[in-house]
Protein backbone atom coordinates (compact mmCIF):
# COMPACT_ATOMS: atom_id res chain seq x y z
CA UNK A 1 0.00 0.00 0.00
CA UNK A 2 1.14 3.71 -0.98
CA UNK A 3 1.52 5.35 1.96
CA UNK A 4 1.81 9.19 1.88
CA UNK A 5 5.36 11.22 2.29
CA UNK A 6 3.56 13.88 4.59
CA UNK A 7 0.75 13.69 7.05
CA UNK A 8 -2.40 15.52 6.08
CA UNK A 9 -2.78 19.32 6.45
CA UNK A 10 -5.23 19.26 9.10
CA UNK A 11 -2.90 17.06 11.55
CA UNK A 12 0.10 19.31 10.32
CA UNK A 13 -1.49 22.41 11.68
CA UNK A 14 -3.27 20.57 14.79
CA UNK A 15 0.61 19.50 15.84
CA UNK A 16 2.09 22.44 15.30
CA UNK A 17 -0.79 24.53 17.74
CA UNK A 18 -0.94 21.85 19.91
CA UNK A 19 2.97 21.69 20.40
CA UNK A 20 2.69 25.66 20.94
CA UNK A 21 -0.43 25.07 23.64
CA UNK A 22 1.04 22.17 25.70
CA UNK A 23 4.11 23.73 25.71
CA UNK A 24 2.88 26.90 27.59
CA UNK A 25 0.78 24.56 29.47
CA UNK A 26 3.46 22.47 30.94
CA UNK A 27 5.93 25.30 31.58
CA UNK A 28 2.79 27.16 32.98
CA UNK A 29 2.34 24.35 35.02
CA UNK A 30 5.47 23.91 36.18
CA UNK A 31 6.18 27.59 37.48
CA UNK A 32 2.89 28.23 39.33
CA UNK A 33 2.90 25.40 41.85
CA UNK A 34 5.98 26.82 42.71
CA UNK A 35 5.53 30.60 42.71
CA UNK A 36 4.14 32.99 45.29
CA UNK A 37 4.26 35.59 42.46
CA UNK A 38 1.41 37.89 42.17
CA UNK A 39 0.47 36.80 38.48
CA UNK A 40 0.56 33.00 39.80
CA UNK A 41 -3.98 33.06 40.10
CA UNK A 42 -3.59 34.77 36.11
CA UNK A 43 -1.68 32.12 35.04
CA UNK A 44 -3.74 29.42 37.02
CA UNK A 45 -6.84 30.83 35.36
CA UNK A 46 -5.32 30.97 31.63
CA UNK A 47 -3.94 27.72 32.60
CA UNK A 48 -7.42 25.95 33.00
CA UNK A 49 -9.40 28.18 30.38
CA UNK A 50 -6.11 26.80 27.73
CA UNK A 51 -6.40 23.01 29.46
CA UNK A 52 -10.34 22.76 28.34
CA UNK A 53 -9.57 24.37 25.59
CA UNK A 54 -6.66 21.28 25.15
CA UNK A 55 -9.28 18.83 26.05
CA UNK A 56 -11.34 19.37 23.07
CA UNK A 57 -8.58 19.69 20.61
CA UNK A 58 -7.11 16.33 21.43
CA UNK A 59 -10.40 14.57 20.42
CA UNK A 60 -10.22 16.71 17.33
CA UNK A 61 -6.71 14.98 17.11
CA UNK A 62 -7.32 11.65 18.06
CA UNK A 63 -10.49 11.47 15.40
CA UNK A 64 -8.32 12.81 12.70
CA UNK A 65 -5.63 10.70 13.69
CA UNK A 66 -8.39 7.59 13.23
CA UNK A 67 -9.47 8.10 9.73
CA UNK A 68 -6.13 9.71 8.01
CA UNK A 69 -3.67 7.88 6.29
CA UNK A 70 -0.26 9.13 7.82
CA UNK A 71 3.46 8.05 6.51
CA UNK A 72 5.40 5.03 7.28
CA UNK A 73 8.70 5.40 9.16
CA UNK A 74 11.28 4.85 5.95
CA UNK A 75 13.33 1.27 6.04
CA UNK A 76 16.46 3.10 6.80
CA UNK A 77 15.27 3.71 10.33
CA UNK A 78 16.49 0.43 12.45
CA UNK A 79 13.58 -1.64 13.88
CA UNK A 80 14.15 -0.87 17.82
CA UNK A 81 13.44 3.14 16.37
CA UNK A 82 10.49 2.04 14.71
CA UNK A 83 9.43 0.64 17.76
CA UNK A 84 10.33 3.62 20.30
CA UNK A 85 8.98 5.81 17.40
CA UNK A 86 5.49 3.76 17.73
CA UNK A 87 5.48 3.81 21.59
CA UNK A 88 6.31 7.81 22.09
CA UNK A 89 3.37 8.64 19.77
CA UNK A 90 1.38 6.29 21.71
CA UNK A 91 2.93 7.69 25.01
CA UNK A 92 1.26 11.00 23.53
CA UNK A 93 -1.88 10.55 22.86
CA UNK A 94 -2.42 8.62 26.13
CA UNK A 95 -0.60 11.68 28.06
CA UNK A 96 -2.73 14.16 26.06
CA UNK A 97 -5.63 12.45 27.19
CA UNK A 98 -4.49 12.05 31.06
CA UNK A 99 -3.46 15.26 30.96
CA UNK A 100 -6.56 17.53 30.66
CA UNK A 101 -8.71 14.80 32.60
CA UNK A 102 -6.97 15.12 35.86
CA UNK A 103 -7.19 18.25 35.31
CA UNK A 104 -10.61 18.59 35.47
CA UNK A 105 -11.13 15.55 38.33
CA UNK A 106 -8.71 16.92 40.66
CA UNK A 107 -10.89 20.51 40.32
CA UNK A 108 -14.24 18.16 41.14
CA UNK A 109 -12.10 16.43 43.98
CA UNK A 110 -11.21 19.79 45.49
CA UNK A 111 -14.61 20.99 45.53
CA UNK A 112 -13.72 23.84 43.12
CA UNK A 113 -15.75 25.37 40.50
CA UNK A 114 -14.62 25.42 36.94
CA UNK A 115 -15.94 27.47 34.45
CA UNK A 116 -15.27 28.16 30.44
CA UNK A 117 -15.65 31.24 29.50
CA UNK A 118 -18.07 31.94 32.44
CA UNK A 119 -19.91 28.83 31.45
CA UNK A 120 -19.92 26.61 34.84
CA UNK A 121 -19.15 23.46 33.53
CA UNK A 122 -20.46 20.26 35.62
CA UNK A 123 -18.57 18.57 38.59
CA UNK A 124 -18.19 14.94 37.91
CA UNK A 125 -16.59 13.48 41.82
CA UNK A 126 -17.98 14.34 45.38
CA UNK A 127 -15.78 16.78 47.54
CA UNK A 128 -12.88 13.79 48.52
CA UNK A 129 -9.56 14.50 49.89
CA UNK A 130 -7.68 10.84 48.84
CA UNK A 131 -9.67 11.28 45.11
CA UNK A 132 -7.80 14.70 45.35
CA UNK A 133 -4.80 13.15 46.03
CA UNK A 134 -5.30 10.87 43.14
CA UNK A 135 -6.04 13.14 40.64
CA UNK A 136 -3.40 15.83 41.57
CA UNK A 137 -0.35 13.04 41.78
CA UNK A 138 -1.43 11.91 38.31
CA UNK A 139 -1.99 15.33 36.99
CA UNK A 140 1.61 16.24 38.05
CA UNK A 141 3.56 12.50 37.69
CA UNK A 142 2.08 12.87 33.96
CA UNK A 143 3.69 16.35 33.14
CA UNK A 144 6.65 15.49 34.14
CA UNK A 145 6.45 11.92 32.03
CA UNK A 146 5.10 14.70 29.51
CA UNK A 147 8.40 16.43 29.34
CA UNK A 148 10.42 13.89 29.05
CA UNK A 149 8.48 12.83 26.09
CA UNK A 150 8.69 15.77 24.32
CA UNK A 151 12.56 15.54 24.96
CA UNK A 152 12.93 12.85 23.43
CA UNK A 153 10.91 13.58 20.41
CA UNK A 154 12.45 17.05 19.58
CA UNK A 155 16.07 15.27 20.24
CA UNK A 156 14.87 12.57 17.66
CA UNK A 157 13.14 15.13 15.29
CA UNK A 158 16.27 16.79 15.07
CA UNK A 159 18.42 14.00 14.44
CA UNK A 160 16.26 13.38 11.73
CA UNK A 161 15.98 16.84 10.20
CA UNK A 162 19.80 17.63 10.62
CA UNK A 163 21.58 14.20 10.51
CA UNK A 164 19.22 11.66 8.90
CA UNK A 165 17.88 14.03 6.37
CA UNK A 166 15.73 11.12 5.42
CA UNK A 167 12.27 13.21 4.98
CA UNK A 168 11.04 12.68 8.69
CA UNK A 169 10.99 15.85 10.16
CA UNK A 170 9.73 17.60 6.76
CA UNK A 171 6.84 15.00 6.95
CA UNK A 172 5.32 17.28 9.85
CA UNK A 173 6.50 20.50 8.23
CA UNK A 174 6.49 19.96 4.32
CA UNK A 175 3.41 22.53 2.61
CA UNK B 1 28.47 21.87 11.32
CA UNK B 2 25.23 20.25 11.49
CA UNK B 3 26.24 17.65 13.51
CA UNK B 4 27.52 20.98 16.26
CA UNK B 5 23.92 22.20 15.92
CA UNK B 6 22.29 19.23 16.47
CA UNK B 7 24.42 18.97 19.98
CA UNK B 8 23.24 22.86 20.83
CA UNK B 9 19.61 22.50 20.05
CA UNK B 10 19.40 19.24 21.42
CA UNK B 11 21.48 20.81 24.49
CA UNK B 12 18.91 23.64 24.90
CA UNK B 13 15.61 21.91 24.73
CA UNK B 14 17.16 19.38 27.90
CA UNK B 15 18.28 22.17 29.63
CA UNK B 16 14.40 24.33 29.27
CA UNK B 17 13.13 21.11 30.62
CA UNK B 18 15.32 21.08 33.21
CA UNK B 19 15.04 24.42 33.89
CA UNK B 20 10.72 24.37 33.59
CA UNK B 21 10.62 21.26 36.34
CA UNK B 22 13.37 22.28 38.78
CA UNK B 23 13.83 26.12 38.50
CA UNK B 24 11.41 27.63 37.12
CA UNK B 25 9.27 29.77 39.95
CA UNK B 26 11.30 29.15 42.42
CA UNK B 27 12.93 32.20 43.54
CA UNK B 28 12.63 33.75 45.81
CA UNK B 29 11.07 31.85 48.19
CA UNK B 30 8.41 29.46 46.56
CA UNK B 31 5.27 27.48 48.07
CA UNK B 32 7.08 24.21 48.77
CA UNK B 33 9.57 26.70 50.80
CA UNK B 34 7.01 28.02 52.80
CA UNK B 35 5.24 24.74 53.56
CA UNK B 36 8.20 22.85 54.29
CA UNK B 37 8.87 25.91 56.88
CA UNK B 38 5.30 25.51 58.39
CA UNK B 39 5.62 21.45 58.61
CA UNK B 40 8.65 21.32 60.57
CA UNK B 41 10.76 18.01 61.14
CA UNK B 42 8.02 15.96 62.66
CA UNK B 43 5.82 15.49 60.00
CA UNK B 44 2.03 14.96 61.00
CA UNK B 45 0.77 12.83 57.77
CA UNK B 46 -2.43 13.80 56.56
CA UNK B 47 -2.79 17.33 58.37
CA UNK B 48 -2.82 20.46 57.09
CA UNK B 49 0.61 22.38 57.44
CA UNK B 50 -0.90 25.19 59.00
CA UNK B 51 -3.78 25.08 61.38
CA UNK B 52 -3.12 21.16 62.00
CA UNK B 53 -5.72 21.56 64.65
CA UNK B 54 -9.43 21.36 64.21
CA UNK B 55 -13.27 20.72 63.75
CA UNK B 56 -15.60 21.01 61.22
CA UNK B 57 -19.10 23.03 61.57
CA UNK B 58 -21.58 23.91 59.11
CA UNK B 59 -24.58 26.13 59.20
CA UNK B 60 -26.45 28.82 57.18
CA UNK B 61 -25.47 32.44 56.16
CA UNK B 62 -28.40 34.83 56.62
CA UNK B 63 -27.57 37.26 54.21
CA UNK B 64 -28.92 40.97 55.00
CA UNK B 65 -28.76 41.89 51.35
CA UNK B 66 -26.87 44.96 52.78
CA UNK B 67 -24.13 44.55 50.32
CA UNK B 68 -25.85 43.86 47.43
CA UNK B 69 -25.41 47.57 45.12
CA UNK B 70 -22.01 46.94 46.02
CA UNK B 71 -21.18 43.31 44.65
CA UNK B 72 -23.39 40.65 42.53
CA UNK B 73 -21.98 37.38 44.26
CA UNK B 74 -25.34 35.66 45.33
CA UNK B 75 -24.27 35.15 49.00
CA UNK B 76 -24.23 38.89 49.00
CA UNK B 77 -28.11 39.51 48.08
CA UNK B 78 -30.82 38.73 50.62
CA UNK B 79 -31.33 34.96 51.50
CA UNK B 80 -30.14 31.82 53.37
CA UNK B 81 -27.17 29.97 51.84
CA UNK B 82 -25.75 26.75 53.41
CA UNK B 83 -22.33 26.61 54.58
CA UNK B 84 -19.44 23.98 55.73
CA UNK B 85 -16.60 25.55 57.51
CA UNK B 86 -13.72 24.92 60.65
CA UNK B 87 -12.82 26.37 63.15
CA UNK B 88 -8.85 26.15 64.48
CA UNK B 89 -5.46 27.30 65.80
CA UNK B 90 -2.46 28.07 64.35
CA UNK B 91 0.49 25.29 64.18
CA UNK B 92 1.04 22.52 62.31
CA UNK B 93 0.16 20.10 65.43
CA UNK B 94 -3.03 18.11 65.21
CA UNK B 95 -2.63 17.74 68.85
CA UNK B 96 -1.91 21.23 70.24
CA UNK B 97 -3.39 22.56 73.48
CA UNK B 98 -5.85 24.94 72.46
CA UNK B 99 -5.06 27.18 75.10
CA UNK B 100 -1.73 27.83 74.26
CA UNK B 101 -2.01 28.50 70.69
CA UNK B 102 -1.30 32.59 69.41
CA UNK B 103 -4.07 32.45 66.49
CA UNK B 104 -7.57 31.03 66.22
CA UNK B 105 -9.17 30.82 62.81
CA UNK B 106 -13.18 30.49 61.42
CA UNK B 107 -12.64 29.53 57.67
CA UNK B 108 -16.12 29.51 55.50
CA UNK B 109 -16.99 27.26 52.65
CA UNK B 110 -20.69 29.67 51.60
CA UNK B 111 -22.76 27.65 48.62
CA UNK B 112 -20.38 24.55 49.00
CA UNK B 113 -20.33 22.71 45.34
CA UNK B 114 -21.82 25.62 43.49
CA UNK B 115 -20.10 27.71 40.91
CA UNK B 116 -21.38 30.37 43.66
CA UNK B 117 -19.19 29.02 46.00
CA UNK B 118 -17.26 31.75 48.56
CA UNK B 119 -14.67 30.27 50.49
CA UNK B 120 -12.87 32.81 53.09
CA UNK B 121 -10.45 31.84 56.08
CA UNK B 122 -10.51 34.50 58.64
CA UNK B 123 -8.22 34.70 61.89
CA UNK B 124 -8.18 36.72 64.94
CA UNK B 125 -5.20 39.20 64.45
CA UNK B 126 -6.61 42.10 61.64
CA UNK B 127 -3.77 43.09 60.47
CA UNK B 128 -0.24 40.96 59.32
CA UNK B 129 3.33 42.09 60.47
CA UNK B 130 4.92 42.37 57.10
CA UNK B 131 3.39 42.59 53.93
CA UNK B 132 5.03 40.88 51.20
CA UNK B 133 5.55 36.74 51.07
CA UNK B 134 9.22 37.09 51.45
CA UNK B 135 9.16 39.35 54.04
CA UNK B 136 6.60 36.66 55.23
CA UNK B 137 9.01 33.93 55.36
CA UNK B 138 11.28 35.66 57.17
CA UNK B 139 9.21 35.61 59.98
CA UNK B 140 8.50 32.49 60.30
CA UNK B 141 12.11 31.55 60.36
CA UNK B 142 12.31 34.04 62.68
CA UNK B 143 9.82 32.37 64.73
CA UNK B 144 11.70 28.73 64.82
CA UNK B 145 14.91 30.73 65.20
CA UNK B 146 13.45 32.53 68.14
CA UNK B 147 14.96 35.84 66.72
CA UNK B 148 11.11 37.50 66.40
CA UNK B 149 12.08 40.94 68.43
CA UNK B 150 15.03 41.25 66.24
CA UNK B 151 13.06 40.22 63.20
CA UNK B 152 10.19 43.05 64.78
CA UNK B 153 13.20 45.53 65.19
CA UNK B 154 14.06 45.37 61.79
CA UNK B 155 10.60 45.85 60.32
CA UNK B 156 8.68 48.72 61.44
CA UNK B 157 5.71 48.00 59.84
CA UNK B 158 4.92 45.30 62.08
CA UNK B 159 3.74 48.21 64.84
CA UNK B 160 0.29 48.05 64.08
CA UNK B 161 0.52 44.16 64.36
CA UNK B 162 2.54 44.36 67.75
CA UNK B 163 -0.31 46.97 68.77
CA UNK B 164 -2.92 43.89 68.42
CA UNK B 165 -1.08 41.60 69.84
CA UNK B 166 -0.17 43.24 73.12
CA UNK B 167 -3.94 44.51 73.69
CA UNK B 168 -5.24 40.84 72.63
CA UNK B 169 -6.91 38.85 75.11
CA UNK B 170 -7.56 35.50 73.84
CA UNK B 171 -10.92 34.79 74.97
CA UNK B 172 -12.66 31.44 76.73
CA UNK B 173 -14.47 30.14 73.90
CA UNK B 174 -13.93 30.26 69.96
CA UNK B 175 -17.28 31.58 69.88
CA UNK B 176 -16.36 34.99 71.18
CA UNK B 177 -13.39 35.70 69.08
CA UNK B 178 -13.19 38.40 66.10
CA UNK B 179 -12.27 36.77 62.80
CA UNK B 180 -10.89 39.11 60.25
CA UNK B 181 -10.27 38.70 56.60
CA UNK B 182 -6.86 40.31 57.21
CA UNK B 183 -6.38 40.53 53.26
CA UNK B 184 -8.81 42.95 51.29
CA UNK B 185 -10.39 42.04 48.26
CA UNK B 186 -12.63 44.13 45.54
CA UNK B 187 -16.21 43.84 45.65
CA UNK B 188 -17.79 44.13 41.85
CA UNK B 189 -21.58 45.28 41.22
CA UNK B 190 -23.43 44.48 38.18
CA UNK B 191 -22.66 47.87 37.04
CA UNK B 192 -18.57 46.80 36.71
CA UNK B 193 -17.96 49.00 39.84
CA UNK B 194 -15.52 48.12 42.26
CA UNK B 195 -15.24 48.83 46.22
CA UNK B 196 -12.51 47.00 48.23
CA UNK B 197 -13.29 45.69 51.17
CA UNK B 198 -12.38 44.15 54.30
CA UNK B 199 -14.36 41.91 56.75
CA UNK B 200 -14.75 40.56 60.11
CA UNK B 201 -16.69 37.69 62.16
CA UNK B 202 -18.28 39.65 65.16
CA UNK B 203 -19.47 37.57 67.82
CA UNK B 204 -23.31 37.76 68.73
CA UNK B 205 -22.86 36.40 72.41
CA UNK B 206 -22.79 37.83 75.85
CA UNK B 207 -21.90 34.20 76.80
CA UNK B 208 -18.25 34.77 78.04
CA UNK B 209 -18.08 30.37 77.95
CA UNK B 210 -16.73 28.66 81.04
CA UNK B 211 -14.11 26.44 80.69
CA UNK B 212 -14.11 23.10 82.81
CA UNK B 213 -10.46 21.70 82.33
CA UNK B 214 -7.85 24.41 81.43
CA UNK B 215 -5.44 21.49 81.24
CA UNK B 216 -7.67 19.40 78.76
CA UNK B 217 -5.56 19.88 74.99
CA UNK B 218 -9.27 20.22 73.86
CA UNK B 219 -10.74 22.62 76.29
CA UNK B 220 -11.93 24.94 73.61
CA UNK B 221 -12.90 22.40 71.21
CA UNK B 222 -15.18 21.01 74.29
CA UNK B 223 -16.53 24.39 74.91
CA UNK B 224 -17.72 25.11 71.96
CA UNK B 225 -19.10 21.66 71.60
CA UNK B 226 -21.52 21.90 74.85
CA UNK B 227 -22.59 25.29 73.91
CA UNK B 228 -23.48 24.10 70.50
CA UNK B 229 -25.85 21.61 72.55
CA UNK B 230 -27.85 24.65 74.18
CA UNK B 231 -28.39 26.59 70.47
CA UNK B 232 -27.05 27.81 67.45
CA UNK B 233 -23.20 30.20 67.65
CA UNK B 234 -24.20 33.32 65.98
CA UNK B 235 -21.70 36.10 63.96
CA UNK B 236 -22.35 39.15 62.63
CA UNK B 237 -20.50 39.35 59.36
CA UNK B 238 -19.16 42.83 58.95
CA UNK B 239 -17.66 44.49 55.67
CA UNK B 240 -15.64 47.35 56.04
CA UNK B 241 -15.41 49.71 53.01
CA UNK B 242 -12.04 51.42 51.93
CA UNK B 243 -11.59 54.62 51.46
CA UNK B 244 -9.35 56.98 49.19
CA UNK B 245 -6.72 56.97 51.78
CA UNK B 246 -6.44 53.38 52.10
CA UNK B 247 -3.99 50.59 50.83
CA UNK B 248 -6.08 47.46 49.91
CA UNK B 249 -2.67 46.10 48.44
CA UNK B 250 -1.15 46.57 52.21
CA UNK B 251 -2.36 43.73 55.24
CA UNK B 252 -0.56 45.49 57.80
CA UNK B 253 -2.03 49.16 58.33
CA UNK B 254 -5.58 48.79 59.63
CA UNK B 255 -8.25 50.75 58.19
CA UNK B 256 -10.03 53.66 60.28
CA UNK B 257 -12.75 53.00 62.39
CA UNK B 258 -14.61 55.83 60.35
CA UNK B 259 -14.74 54.06 57.27
CA UNK B 260 -18.59 52.88 56.57
CA UNK B 261 -18.96 49.80 57.69
CA UNK B 262 -22.01 47.17 56.52
CA UNK B 263 -23.44 44.18 57.98
CA UNK B 264 -23.67 41.70 55.46
CA UNK B 265 -25.59 38.83 57.23
CA UNK B 266 -25.23 36.20 59.99
CA UNK B 267 -23.03 33.35 60.48
CA UNK B 268 -25.53 31.01 61.94
CA UNK B 269 -23.23 27.89 63.17
CA UNK B 270 -25.89 24.62 63.34
CA UNK B 271 -23.38 21.75 64.14
CA UNK B 272 -20.05 20.55 64.82
CA UNK B 273 -18.08 17.34 64.31
CA UNK B 274 -14.46 15.85 64.17
CA UNK B 275 -12.26 16.95 61.34
CA UNK B 276 -11.49 13.29 60.37
CA UNK B 277 -15.21 12.99 59.71
CA UNK B 278 -16.43 16.30 58.71
CA UNK B 279 -16.74 17.36 54.92
CA UNK B 280 -14.79 19.94 55.93
CA UNK B 281 -11.11 17.63 55.75
CA UNK B 282 -11.54 17.82 52.51
CA UNK B 283 -11.91 21.20 51.53
CA UNK B 284 -9.07 23.45 51.00
CA UNK B 285 -10.09 27.25 52.60
CA UNK B 286 -8.59 28.94 49.70
CA UNK B 287 -9.31 32.50 50.25
CA UNK B 288 -8.90 32.88 46.08
CA UNK B 289 -12.14 30.70 45.80
CA UNK B 290 -13.95 33.84 45.18
CA UNK B 291 -17.85 33.69 43.07
CA UNK B 292 -18.61 36.51 40.26
CA UNK B 293 -19.27 39.72 42.36
CA UNK B 294 -15.46 39.24 44.42
CA UNK B 295 -12.26 40.02 43.05
CA UNK B 296 -8.56 39.41 44.72
CA UNK B 297 -6.95 42.77 45.90
CA UNK B 298 -3.48 43.42 44.74
CA UNK B 299 -2.05 42.13 48.40
CA UNK B 300 1.20 40.05 47.58
CA UNK B 301 0.17 38.11 50.57
CA UNK B 302 -3.18 37.00 49.77
CA UNK B 303 -1.78 35.41 46.28
CA UNK B 304 0.98 33.83 48.12
CA UNK B 305 -1.43 32.26 50.89
CA UNK B 306 -3.67 30.84 47.51
CA UNK B 307 -0.09 28.80 46.59
CA UNK B 308 1.30 28.18 49.91
CA UNK B 309 -2.29 26.37 50.61
CA UNK B 310 -2.54 24.62 47.38
CA UNK B 311 0.96 22.92 48.14
CA UNK B 312 -0.17 21.95 51.94
CA UNK B 313 -3.34 20.44 50.13
CA UNK B 314 -1.43 18.49 47.68
CA UNK B 315 0.38 16.53 50.15
CA UNK B 316 -1.79 15.99 52.91
CA UNK B 317 -4.09 14.40 50.00
CA UNK B 318 -1.32 12.47 48.66
CA UNK B 319 -0.65 10.97 52.27
CA UNK B 320 -4.27 10.28 52.87
CA UNK B 321 -4.64 8.27 49.76
CA UNK B 322 -1.03 6.24 50.45
CA UNK B 323 -2.82 5.70 53.92
CA UNK B 324 -5.53 4.22 51.83
CA UNK B 325 -4.02 2.12 49.79
CA UNK B 326 -2.12 0.55 51.93
CA UNK B 327 -4.32 0.49 54.66
CA UNK B 328 -6.73 -1.37 51.92
CA UNK B 329 -3.68 -4.07 51.04
CA UNK B 330 -3.36 -4.67 54.71
CA UNK B 331 -6.87 -5.86 55.21
Known amino acids: MNKPAVYPLAMRVMHWLMAALVLSLVFAGLTMVKSLGPWQQQLLAWHKAMGLLAMLAILVRLYLRLRSDTPKLPDSVPKMQQIAAKLTQLGFYILLVVMPLSGYLMQNAAGRPLELFGLPLPSLLNTDLALYGLFREIHGWAALLLVLLIVVHIIAALYHGLIKRDGVFSSMLRR | ?331
Open chain 2, 1 to 331: MRYVIFAAAAGAVVAAAIYAVSFSGRAPVSAQDFVNLQQGSRLQAGFRRAHAKGFCISGEFQSSGALAAYSSAQVLQSGSYPFIGRISIAGNNPSAPDLKAPVRSLALTILPDSPQQWRTAMNTPPVLAVATPEKFYQQLLAIQNSTVPEFFAAHPEAQNFINWRNSYQPSQSFATERYHSINAFYLINAQGQQQAVRWAALPLTDDVGQITDAEATDALQQEFLSRLQQGPVRFDLQFTLATANDNPADATIPWPDTNPQLIAGTIVIEQASLQDAGACNAINFDPLVLPAGFAPSDDPILRARAAAYAESHRRRAREVLMQQVTGGANE
